[in-house]
């Protein structure tokens, strides 16, 4: 396939080769064979990015907030029209299915939207001092600088367009730096954006390998806040890299979702959200669930109404061969240690049968860290208020899920998991107009909702005298 496309950088509007034209190849998750070549860049290439969004800062930050929203807003029209071709880059980069690459955009779409019309609300505030019009106490925000917008693979788009939103509403500008497993799809997003017809150097794209890139970024001294998806490996990195610089940072992480099943849930719902929140991306999400807490006297009627959803799913190639591998390890970690492994086998290729584990103890793997492959561990309980502690006790706090029949009994469970969004009786997760945010060791700050566009503002206090 050596007529396989190459994607150069975005700067400054336009395509910039990586230095010396160097290039490195985008293997397919579905054959292994050559789906793209992409620039292979170098730190240089991160200075000229920078610095065409620091060229780009001081009109798009001093640009009126209704003209800005409207600049958005054709960026997501431009992104509405070319839905379908980024859902079809998804699925051939990252191996999720069409229809799951579809919804991530279609929910992206609705973020572009949301941050279009919240860049015409940058209100200011002025509180009169009783002297002088105009004298008192007048507060204004504006866009905190050039953000690196650093992005992981298992949600190529919507990751980037969560950041690049509500920076761009807020009067920032970015630096995009995709993850290199996945990301054509991202490149398409600030090709969108500069054919949309927003100023040349606001939106830039670096492509390249990850390590080397987002630590150029994470200590480029004209970038002012660095906005990181991805592991807490790395996030330990960048946030070393960045705390020194006192540059502003947020961290979205991983998971290990907690579904608390109440006594009186209906089943076929708790069922639900076990198996499509358990396996949506072939658990590779952040928001998976991964253990799902059933009262013992449920637990024979729960098992076999979800294996025979479990049985029926067909999911994507992992994106990659280290989530493949990794899988495998965590599957034979299980056994060793006494637990019980159904399904979990490969299927064919890097395609994985998704695995259910039982009796499981403290210190198997799949009970400690995030597993971020198909696996769900159901775990029976005696008294809810051992499931919750069961549930907090990794150091993760991110999407946890309650099904309950009494209401308020099962509100008071949500508000006892410590986790940033909890969802009762469902599994749709995001909204545009509500933060996302990971609690304890899932990170740092928010993303969407009120606090996901402050997080791009700084403010200003001018006290006037007289
Ligand atoms: P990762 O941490 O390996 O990569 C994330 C980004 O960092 C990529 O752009 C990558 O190229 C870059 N990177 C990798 N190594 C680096 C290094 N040494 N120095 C600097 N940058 C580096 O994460 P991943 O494996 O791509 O993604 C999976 C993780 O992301 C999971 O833990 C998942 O839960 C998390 N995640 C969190 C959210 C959320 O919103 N909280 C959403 C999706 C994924």
Redesign the pocket.
Known sequence: MSDAPTFVNIVDGTDAPAAGGAVMDVPSPHDGGLVARIAASAPGDVDAAVAAARAALPAWRATAPLERGAAIARFARLFDDEAGDLAELIHREMGKPLAEAQAEVARAAEVNHHFAAEAERMWEQYLPSGGAFGAGNHVRGEGIGVVAA??????PVA?IVWKLAPALAAGCTLVV?????APLAAWRVCDIARRSGLPDGVVNCVLGD??A???AL?THDGVDKVA????????E??AGWAAPRLKALSL????HGPLIVLDDADLDAAVDVATVQGFANAGQ??YSVNRVFVPRTRMGDFMDAFRVRVAALELGPMATQRGFDRHHELMDDARAQGATVEGGGTVAGRRLAPAIVTHARHGVRVMEE?P?TPVVTVISYDDVSEALAEANRPDYG?VGYVCGGDLRRTMDVARALECGTVVVNGWRVVVAHAP?A?WKG??VGA?LGHPGMEAFIRWQHVRVLA
Do not use: D, H
């Open positions: 650093i992005t992981p693979w298992n949600f990751l730096k995709p993850a290199q497993e990850g390590p890139l987002g630590e994470a990181f998806t991805g592991s807490r490996r790395v996030a990195m960048i979205e992480l991983g998971g999400a952040c995030e971020f991110l996302y990971g899932s990170g993303e």
